[in-house]
């Protein structure tokens, strides 16, 4: 039966009338908003936990550097900070002894307004080479790091760690598919 055909009867027949969403989201919703002040603190301390949890990993791979150590080589403008984010995930810094952007040959970094931070489809072409020779957990080259700054909300761009490195090589990129 075309969809133009059918009757109020056979579109209920095929799932749930419209009518109990109605219910169902004046039940859910103080459901939600009474569990919110259990979940959030909890989905939050989670969060800490797994990128303690992979700063831990990094280090015994011997891919950790700590931020004061690191620090008189940015002041210098060696080497080049890649910085990984994702809608709603962590901003994880590393650092190369590399010019990233030098040493991918013609790929070019994509603007940062065109990066995917939402994680659909396949990634820009720099952007794979990049998590693939820099910041891959297995085969990465480029050392974690961890800034003792507060970033400012929605994505860190470039212009964070220039206004702090004028003369360094920032990189921004997205985190793949796990």
Not at 22 to 51: D, Q, S
Not at 57 to 76: H, S, T, V, Y
Not at 92 to 117: F, H
Request: aromatic share 10%; net charge positive.
């Amino acid at each position: 039966m075309p969809a133009a055909a059918q009757t109020p009867s056979s579109r209920s027949q095929r799932g749930i009338s419209p009518l109990i969403g109605i219910p169902l989201v004046l039940v859910g919703l103080p459901l939600a908003l009474l569990f919110m002040p259990v979940w959030l603190p909890t989905a939050m301390a989670a969060h800490a936990w797994r990128e303690h949890r992979f700063r831990k990993q990094m280090r015994r791979a011997g891919r950790f550097i700590e931020w004061p150590d690191l620090l008189p080589r940015l002041q210098r403008s060696e080497g080049t900070l890649i910085v990984e984010q994702a809608q709603k995930d962590a901003v994880r810094v590393w650092w190369t002894d590399e010019n990233v952007a030098r040493g991918a040959g013609t790929l070019q970094p994509p603007q940062e307004s065109d990066l995917d931070y939402f994680r659909r489809g396949e990634p820009h072409p720099f952007v794979r080479w990049c998590h693939e020779r820099f910041i891959a957990v297995v085969g990465g080259i480029a050392m974690l790091t961890h800034p003792p700054y507060k970033y400012p909300p929605g994505f860190v761009g470039a212009s964070f760690f220039h206004e702090r490195f004028p003369g360094l090589a920032v990189v921004i990129t997205v985190k793949q598919q796990a």
